[in-house]
């Protein structure tokens, strides 16, 4: 992760690593790691060399759409799914479920902020939400997913990047939210209370993974069950073009195991069949994996992008100001009216916030892992054209490329929605001069948060639109600012590689809620509304108000932690008050 952060100011070509690898079956081997850094070979390499390397075959995506490597039945999962996640009519067709979700969303965190004096960790706040909405709209899963939310957040973190180490006594590493959960054995101790785990396997054994990779297929199995019972099929228009409501990419994910294919499957010639975790057949465990993939890929991405950019708006409040005011003037002043898919044509800032977001934090950092089909030439030492040989594994990380010096300039670890963003970096297509916000992949040679066609992310039109609707009912609702135990953190000390790139111990972030907000904003927030002024105060309310009290408490709390700090007490670098923490606090220091 460090490497990798540091990679862009090191170097400026490709270069080859040895690596250890392994797949199912195999004892690990040695092999040659070519990772690029050149935009023009990462573009290349993208487009033309479509097989997947096998390093996440042993994991939940190994079967699944995303990971698979055997390109004929990627092919054939592709077009099998694909109208479920990109066609515009898909999109259309839930917007308004997403809306009704955002609003939801916007009581709970009312309820949460206390008025602004309580901070919130965002991250895995926006998780939940993210999940429940997949639930709702594409999956149909949503009883499934609030069942078992943080079982399936934290399974997948699990099975992809491993718990931490038992002698691991980092609090929060890779999501603060489980409070109180310190280092490797209690993180292990909260799998086994929430049901991922039963306690029984030693840490780290084979037993240890297989019993939270079954959890996971478990809720695959459960998902495809309620699919099948549903036998929900998608409909067309007069124009021929599906019609989709929730339930119907379930559905289409549920007939993997009947389609038609035009090869066996693993296909002999290109792939070496490899026994499933499971002991299922191949094509069952795609079955599965392939769901789970659907499940991850579409809330884990979402909701990290999200933390981000409020991450970057609570510390730019101009930005946050001049994007608040847009989002307002469109439905307060232009339409008058509830926003509607369409409308969020006229808001292009809000697509330069977010896509600087990804460029600044690309939450598949690491980029994606190919497999050379075939030879291909890249840049080596000097520029001079080297031959790599087919078979080699490749590793295209976004973060190197979206943070080279050398393509966006001396700005480029800053946060700026207004650089010189290309248009094919924005937006597909305008209309009389403006911007059109419509289903598209913004990529280019230096850009590529979503990756590149063919396999680019199946889910980054229904991403594109659970962003917009939740940033813009947060701005509507409440001002962002840095909870005070964040102040002052670097940027460079608040990521972490599990496997996404994730807050280290959590974003926190206190929400404000508007002046002159009303119950019905608060319900409603992407509805033209007027703000009522705020009534006149006596003194000791304006002191309520202001959260007077609650400065009190925070500053009470910084000095308490100071002193425990003084006194030998290790603690996290970032360590916001709460009830649960202060009377842990209070048992340490009496301890000490």
């Known amino acids: 992760h460090r490497d990798l952060h540091s990679f862009p100011t090191r170097r400026s070509s490709d270069l080859a690593i040895p690596r250890l690898s392994s797949g199912w079956g195999e004892q690990p081997q040695l092999e040659p790691w070519l990772i690029i850094s050149d935009p023009e070979d990462a573009q290349q390499i993208s487009r033309l060399h479509?097989?997947?390397?096998?390093?996440?075959?042993?994991?939940?995506?190994?079967?699944?759409?995303?990971?698979?490597?055997?390109?004929?039945?990627?092919?054939s999962q592709r077009h099998q799914i694909v109208a479920g996640v990109l066609p515009l009519s898909?999109?259309?067709?839930?917007?308004?479920?997403?809306?009704?979700?955002?609003?939801?969303?916007?009581?709970?965190?009312?309820?949460?902020?206390?008025?602004?004096?309580?901070?919130?960790?965002?991250?895995?706040?926006?998780?939940?939400?993210?999940?429940?909405?997949?639930?709702?709209?594409?999956?149909?899963?949503?009883?499934?997913?609030?069942?078992?939310s943080e079982g399936i957040r934290w399974s997948m973190t699990w099975n992809l990047s491993g718990f931490m180490?038992?002698?691991?006594?980092?609090?929060?590493?890779?999501?603060?939210?489980?409070?109180?959960?310190?280092?490797?054995?209690?993180?292990?101790?909260?799998?086994?209370?929430?049901g991922v785990i039963d306690g029984s396997a030693a840490p780290n054994s084979p037993e240890e993974a297989a019993q939270v990779r079954g959890f996971i297929d478990g809720i695959a199995a459960k998902c495809l069950a309620r699919a099948k019972a549903a036998d929900v099929r998608p409909t067309v228009d007069e124009n021929g073009k599906p019609q989709l409501g929730a339930g119907h990419l379930m559905a289409m994910a549920a007939e993997i195991d009947t389609m038609e294919r035009k090869h066996e499957y693993p296909n002999p010639e290109s792939s070496q069949p490899t026994p499933t975790p499971t002991g299922l057949s191949n094509i069952e465990q795609s079955q599965l994996d392939t769901i789970s993939s659907l499940i991850f890929a579409g809330h884990d991405t979402t909701a990290n992008t999200l933390t981000w950019c409020c991450y970057e708006l609570a510390k730019r409040p101009d930005i946050q100001e001049r994007l608040r005011a847009d989002i307002d003037r469109v439905i307060d002043v232009d339409l008058r009216r509830e926003l509607t898919y369409d409308d969020l044509s006229a808001l292009p800032y809000l697509t330069r916030v977010l896509h600087?977001?990804?460029?600044?934090w690309p939450i598949v950092h690491y980029g994606t892992f190919?497999?050379?089909?075939?030879?291909?030439?890249?840049?080596g030492a000097n520029g001079e054209p080297v031959e790599v040989p087919a078979g080699t594994c490749v590793q295209?990380?976004?973060?190197?490329?979206?943070?080279s010096e050398e393509a966006w300039g001396p700005t480029v670890n800053e946060f700026d929605?207004?650089?010189?963003?290309?248009?094919?970096?924005?937006?597909?297509?305008?209309?009389?001069?403006?911007?059109?916000?419509?289903?598209?992949?913004?990529?280019?040679?230096?850009?590529?948060?979503?990756?590149?066609?063919?396999?680019?992310?199946?889910?980054m039109n229904y991403a594109q639109m659970v962003m917009r609707v939740l940033i813009s009912s947060i701005l509507r609702t409440f001002e962002i600012t840095l909870a005070p135990s964040m102040e002052g953190v670097p940027a460079s000390e608040m990521s972490i590689a599990r496997p996404l790139l994730k807050p280290i111990e959590g974003v926190w972030l206190k929400l404000t809620p508007r002046q002159g907000l009303t119950a019905d904003a608060i319900r409603a927030p992407l509805a033209p509304r007027t703000l009522q002024p705020s009534p006149p105060q006596s003194p000791p309310q304006?002191?309520?108000?202001?959260?007077?009290?609650?400065?009190?408490?925070?500053?009470?709390?910084?000095?308490?932690?100071?002193?425990?700090r003084a006194g030998g007490i290790k603690l996290p670098m970032i360590y916001p008050w709460s009830e649960a923490r202060e009377a842990d606090l209070k048992a340490k220091m009496t301890a000490a």
């Open 90 to 148: 898909s999109l259309k067709q839930q917007f308004d479920t997403v809306k009704g979700s955002g609003a939801d969303f916007m009581g709970l965190l009312h309820g949460l902020c206390e008025g602004g004096s309580q901070p919130i960790e965002m991250n895995e706040t926006f998780s939940d939400r993210t999940l429940r909405t997949l639930g709702m709209t594409l999956m149909d899963s949503e009883e499934i997913f609030s069942t078992y």
């Open 50 to 75: 479509t097989k997947k390397a096998g390093m996440y075959q042993p994991t939940f995506l190994g079967e699944g759409i995303f990971a698979l490597n055997d390109v004929d039945e990627w092919k």
């Open 165 to 194: 180490d038992v002698d691991d006594t980092w609090e929060g590493k890779g999501g603060a939210f489980v409070d109180g959960v310190t280092g490797g054995v209690q993180e292990r101790e909260y799998a086994t209370k929430i």
């Open 417 to 459: 929605p207004d650089r010189d963003f290309k248009e094919k970096e924005l937006w597909g297509e305008t209309r009389d001069g403006k911007p059109l916000f419509r289903a598209w992949n913004p990529r280019s040679e230096r850009f590529f948060p979503f990756q590149s066609a063919p396999r680019q992310c199946l889910g």
């Open 356 to 360: 600087e977001t990804l460029r600044l």
């Open 370 to 379: 190919r497999e050379l089909v075939r030879p291909a030439k890249v840049k």
């Open 396 to 403: 295209i990380p976004h973060f190197s490329v979206h943070h």
């Open 542 to 564: 304006a002191a309520e108000a202001t959260g007077a009290g609650a400065g009190d408490r925070v500053t009470a709390w910084r000095e308490q932690v100071a002193t425990a």
